[in-house]
């Protein structure tokens, strides 16, 4: 069965600091896609990027980072210098094939204030 | 607007009514979802619909709950004798694609709140 755990509910950290966020997850398949979204206090939940498991190579966008290690099922996700408008909910999520990829499973999410 | 319309954006209602939640997908998307979000949670899936056909609705609570997607493009959830319990926020996404191996674009979703 599918599952994604976010242990952290939430995180709070100082404008500037550098902040992590954890995403473990449990597929039987041996292809699926996570991925991570943001959800800002508008409510509308935002993609941020999609990983397949074939690729293992971590990823870098500005100050968003994604470090993917399969051994231990993990995806998480890292905030460089972290700034006020990064204040969100931050879901990851997985998608495998054995449904035929087309339902998405979400974690519970966690909540990052980032403090001016 | 571009994005993923849903209407109502507040349904305020009592125990025991029915009511519908509409959304409008990305023009050209053949992909339809409907999440709910309660407080706290992540989106958990409903129903998916690839075209007119619901492909999963293995999500679906009960049988209170049931959507449509008649031509392919809007979608209608329906949920008949409302309890305290489906107050939640019900999201809808599309995608263009025939499997999930992309984005989904979510709509800002529909609070809805039983009495």
């Known amino acids: 069965a599918q599952k994604v755990t976010q242990a952290q509910t939430e995180i709070s950290v100082v404008e500037k600091e550098d902040v992590t966020l954890d995403c473990v997850y449990e597929t039987r398949d041996t292809t699926y896609y996570l991925f991570w979204y943001k959800q800002p206090p508008s409510g509308e939940l935002v993609f941020l990027i999609r990983?397949?498991?074939?690729?293992?190579q971590n990823e870098i966008s500005g100050r968003y980072s994604w470090n993917f290690q399969k051994s231990t099922s993990s995806f998480n996700f890292t905030i460089t210098a972290s700034q006020v408008v990064d204040s969100a909910v931050y879901f990851c999520a997985l998608s495998d094939t054995s449904t035929g990829g087309f339902k998405t499973i979400f974690g519970a999410g966690t909540r990052l204030f980032v403090k001016a | 607007g571009a994005g993923v319309s849903q209407t109502p954006s507040n349904k305020v209602t009592e125990k025991g009514k029915y009511v519908e939640l509409r959304c409008d997908p990305i023009?050209?998307?053949?992909?339809l979802y409907w999440y709910r979000q309660s407080l706290g949670q992540g989106p958990e899936f409903l129903i998916y619909f690839q075209g007119t056909g619901a492909a999963d609705d293995s999500g679906l609570p009960n049988d209170r709950f049931f959507a449509v997607r008649p031509e392919g493009s809007v979608s209608t959830l329906k949920i008949q004798r409302t309890e305290r319990g489906d107050s939640a926020v019900y999201l809808c996404?599309?995608?263009?694609?025939?499997?999930?191996?992309?984005?989904?674009?979510f709509g800002e979703g529909s609070r809805l709140t039983v009495l």
């Open positions: 023009s050209g998307h053949t992909a």
């Open positions: 996404a599309s995608s263009p694609g025939t499997t999930n191996t992309g984005e989904l674009f």
């Open positions: 990983r397949n498991s074939f690729d293992e």
